[in-house]
């Protein structure tokens, strides 16, 4: 089965009525877990940005303080599992700074995680990728946020 392009979607959808349309966003919402999370943030989070930052913050701490780290390998996995985290929640946003702070965040939390991710080779080259990824992102903003957030990436570099 092909699947059709978002414009004939587009087309198709101003055709059904009120109750057809929730039907087909209740039935999508079963099917992957990701698309209830979408639903959720666009229901419930996306009127209130700050908190939903926060709430992906709070979370970020819990796995960070959740981490094995018994080897180098158990806290590879798990920051990997992290930054996976925060790049799908930071595709729910519709604004580019939501992504920023995020990635801001991850990063601060990295680089002040114990033991030392300078211990290990692959940590810093994910740590330095990020930084270099939260460079062009910023770039793209308003001259303002750009000034703000080049103070913190400032502090950010090892």
């Known amino acids: 089965m092909k699947a ?5 979607i587009k087309k198709e959808l101003t055709f059904k009525s009120q109750e057809d349309l929730t039907a087909l966003c209740l039935r999508l919402s079963r099917f ?12 419930f989070e996306s009127e209130d940005e700050e908190a939903f930052i926060k709430g992906i913050k709070e979370e970020m701490d819990q796995q960070f303080w959740e981490i094995n780290t018994n080897s180098y390998f158990y806290i ?3 920051v990997r599992k992290i930054l996976r985290g925060v790049k799908k929640y930071s595709r729910y946003s519709p604004k580019k700074e939501t992504e920023v702070e995020l990635l801001l965040y991850f990063c601060k939390s990295l680089k ?4 030392p991710i300078r211990s290990n080779v692959t940590l810093t080259n994910l740590y330095e990728r990020q930084i270099v990824f939260i460079k062009k992102k910023v770039s793209m903003l308003h001259e303002d946020l750009q000034y703000d957030y080049a ?4 502090a950010l570099e090892l």
């Not at 002040?112 to 033991?115: A, E, R, V, W, Y």
């Not at 103070?151 to 400032?154: A, R, S």
């Open 76 to 78: 590879k996995k798990s």
């Open 32 to 43: 992957k877990k990701e698309n209830k999370e979408l639903l959720t943030y666009l229901l």
């Open 151 to 154: 103070l913190e990436l400032k």
């Open 112 to 115: 002040d995680f114990t033991p």
């Open 4 to 8: 059709a392009t978002i414009t004939e």
